[in-house]
């Protein structure tokens, strides 16, 4: 039975996971909005999704004017795979971690390798 939550608590699980980053790597965060959206379209099931230029990607002579990279946190999914808030909460941190980490350029299969898959 999936967990039933208000967005509003939903959306601080997902800023409370953005506090729990290395401050390294959240001030080299760069031209990046993490977004809290219902479900994916195309993939209903998908738990979260990084859609952008990588920063190991990037030139900066063709950078310039480039709207934000995004991250988009998907609730209903994630709910509906917890049976617990306590769940809820380790499951948005992990997708949280693993969509930043491909901002940083990291790719799926380095992803299932650290544990983070």
Request: aromatic content about 6%; charged content about 25%; hydrophobic content about 45%.
């Amino acid at each position: 039975m999936p967990v039933e939550m208000t967005r509003v608590r939903f959306e601080e699980l997902v800023a409370d996971a953005l506090d729990l980053v290395p401050e390294q790597f959240a001030t080299a965060m760069n031209n990046v909005v993490v977004l809290v959206e219902d479900h994916n379209a195309d993939d209903p099931s998908l738990l979260g999704l990084y859609f952008g230029i990588a920063l190991t990607e990037r030139e900066e002579s063709n950078y310039a004017g480039v709207l934000p990279d995004r991250i988009s946190i998907y609730r209903e999914p994630l709910l509906e795979m917890c049976d617990s808030e306590d769940e809820v909460v380790d499951e948005v941190a992990i997708t949280v971690v693993h969509e930043i980490a491909h901002h940083f350029g990291i790719n799926e299969d380095t992803l299932h390798a650290l544990g983070w898959g």
